[in-house]
């Protein structure tokens, strides 16, 4: 009895959306559609075909092998993904205590008014939208040459690939230490803390997932980096390991560069199976920020 | 009492209201109260004012905070009794803008001294805020957190246990002090922050609306152990619950706010300071009258 009573109040209260409705609803959800399968069509299609060129050639020989410029069945990455994982740990090391006392300052101890504060802020902002290349040149004029003066060595690369993402790591730690609510601060400070204290055993456990978060992200920026390696002049072709920081290297995005630049087919194909390690080990950095994102994000 | 109260009724009321604190000076003066001779002053407020970027929030404050009481700062939101109660300890030191005026005079020292290092006042001198703010940690850390940073010496389990029976949370959570205390009800992680600022031992211990976002059980529970802490603590409390100011405190401030004479800036100003029990029933300030019985406020 109630349903058909409610069913003859729907019909009288309630009318059907027109057709013209129904039809610009659709429509609009069909150009979400489109929109959202341009991106997932490119990277698919980017995919498979480097799967398709790529996949055959890969190997664990192909992993630890160095790379050939006469046999393209024995040609490998060994040189270039040893440069590359120790780039990222000198890499990390560099910026995580720079970027994050970078952003501690700024967040804790500036005052946020002051004009050096702000300008500061404004160059951080751009320095992170400044192309990599033009860091590679700052390496090359500072770093490799100049007052440092390191050479084409592994120290070097990291350290200009840490500048390139420095902006990136100060940006998203000081957004996380800002997430720390100032209730916690004023609870910490209201016992006696200091500030020192107060940052250090409540601050900043509270925003490392998210600085974690953000420092493998801007590894995996850093990881795919060519054009600052090469100004710098990183080797593209290197049949030996860096043994030290002040060794000479290679790495992933380089000889792919030098597989691709090949006219051998068989070279290029090489190439492709060098993206997809490289891609590999994206998604697996990528995978780590998000597990680390889900497993300590707190809730306030 | 009834006596106290008649010899009181007689004195010149009102006369000039603006001069806050005298009627306390006549209440000393006159020894009413039987433990006049023990009740010693643990703050003097002395033409205190805070301004914030220059326009004053509240100012001309001058009352004595007595030993071993409890002293109620009531009024209407924005009269400036939360930033004053944060001058106590100088909490206000956090706000870039704040700029406090006056003295605040602790046991002989004023504190706004550039003598004085604000962290070893808030030492002696606890906190409690407004919505309950526990660490992400263990109960036990909560509470062992103070103790730590101000280096106390001795056993540890037995500061925390300590802590937790003088905040009447002991027997909820001894099976479960390393559980987060996040996991705790508002209630209990309110009465964990009153832990957690006797566990460093304080002299005073300052509570801003501490049951502002409690239930009333949660809220009988901790005005109940504001009676016990009083034994041991002095205690200043902002609360904007008459009743409860009525109910726990000894000593009532009551602010206002006042338009200034461009009429731009809201002041708070205290109308009237005396026993709480003068100030509900027969406050010397129409003002005061008015907002302590509903009418206005």
């Known amino acids: ?300 | 009492m009834s006596e106290e109260r008649a010899e009181r009724a007689t004195e010149p009321e009102g006369a000039t209201p603006e001069v806050v604190g005298a009627p306390v000076i006549q209440t000393e003066a006159k020894g009413q109260r039987p433990e006049a001779g023990r009740r010693n002053t643990i703050y003097e407020l002395d033409d205190v004012g805070v301004s914030y970027g220059g326009v004053p929030a509240v100012r001309e404050v001058d009352f004595p905070i007595y030993e071993n009481e409890i002293t109620a700062l009531i009024g209407p939101s924005g009269c400036g009794k939360s930033t004053l109660i944060r001058c106590l300890n100088r909490m206000n030191d956090l706000i870039p803008t704040a700029e406090v005026t006056g003295k605040v005079v602790y046991h002989g020292q004023n504190l706004y001294d550039d003598s004085i290092d604000p962290v070893q006042v808030r030492k002696r001198i606890g906190m409690v805020f407004q919505k309950p703010n526990p660490f992400p940690k263990s109960i036990y850390d909560n509470i062992a957190f103070g103790p730590r940073v101000l280096g106390t010496k001795g056993d540890m389990d037995e500061i925390v246990e300590n802590a937790l029976r003088r905040g009447a949370l002991w027997d909820e959570v001894k099976d479960r002090l390393k559980a987060n205390a996040f996991g705790m009800s508002g209630g209990q992680q309110q009465r964990l922050c009153i832990a957690r600022a006797l566990a460093t031992n304080p002299d005073v211990v300052l509570m801003d609306e501490p049951c502002s976002a409690l239930d009333p059980i949660s809220t009988g529970r901790i005005e109940d152990l504001m009676f016990e802490l009083k034994e041991d603590y002095s205690i200043v409390i902002v609360t904007h619950n008459m009743q409860q100011a009525a109910r726990v405190s000894n000593m009532t401030a009551f602010f206002t706010v006042e338009l200034d004479a461009d009429e731009k800036h809201r002041t708070g100003r205290v109308i009237e300071y005396d026993d709480t029990e003068k100030v509900f029933t027969n406050p010397s300030d129409e003002r005061t009258e008015a907002y302590v019985t509903g009418k206005v406020g």
């Open chain 1, 1 to 300: 009895m109630n349903t058909v009573a409610e069913a003859s109040l729907s019909r009288k209260v309630v009318e059907r959306a027109s057709t013209g409705q129904r039809t610009r609803d659709l429509m609009f959800r069909l150009a979400l559609l489109a929109s959202l399968s341009m991106g997932f069509v490119v990277l698919a299609a980017l995919v498979i075909d480097v799967v398709s060129d790529g996949a055959s050639k890969l190997s664990l020989d192909f992993l630890t092998s160095f790379p050939s410029r006469i046999s393209p069945e024995n040609t490998g990455v060994e040189s270039a993904l040893i440069g590359t994982v120790y780039l990222m740990i000198l890499c990390a090391l560099f910026i995580v205590p720079v970027g994050v006392a970078t952003a501690v300052y700024l967040e804790e101890y500036a005052n946020r008014e002051s004009r050096l504060s702000r300008l500061i802020e404004v160059n951080i902002q751009n320095l992170a939208a400044v192309p990599s290349v033009v860091y590679g040149i700052l390496g090359l004029a500072f770093i490799v040459r100049g007052p440092l003066g390191l050479g084409p060595v592994l120290l070097a690369g990291a350290l200009t690939l840490g500048l390139l993402v420095l902006p990136v790591v100060i940006i998203v730690s000081r957004e996380a230490i800002r997430a720390v609510p100032s209730s916690i601060r004023e609870g910490s400070l209201a016992l006696g803390a200091t500030q020192w204290q107060t940052i250090w055993k409540h601050v900043l456990p509270g925003a490392l997932p998210g600085v974690a978060t953000g420092v493998i992200l801007a590894l995996s920026r850093a990881i795919g980096e060519t054009a600052p390696l090469l100004v710098i002049g990183a080797a593209t072709f290197a049949r030996f390991n860096p043994e030290g920081i002040t060794d000479r290297f290679t790495a992933m995005p380089l000889a792919i560069f030098e597989f691709i630049s090949d006219a051998d087919t068989d070279f290029r194909a090489a190439g492709a199976a060098a993206i997809l390690v490289l891609l590999a080990l994206l998604v697996v950095m990528n995978a780590g920020a998000i597990f680390l994102r889900n497993r300590y994000e707190r809730k306030w």
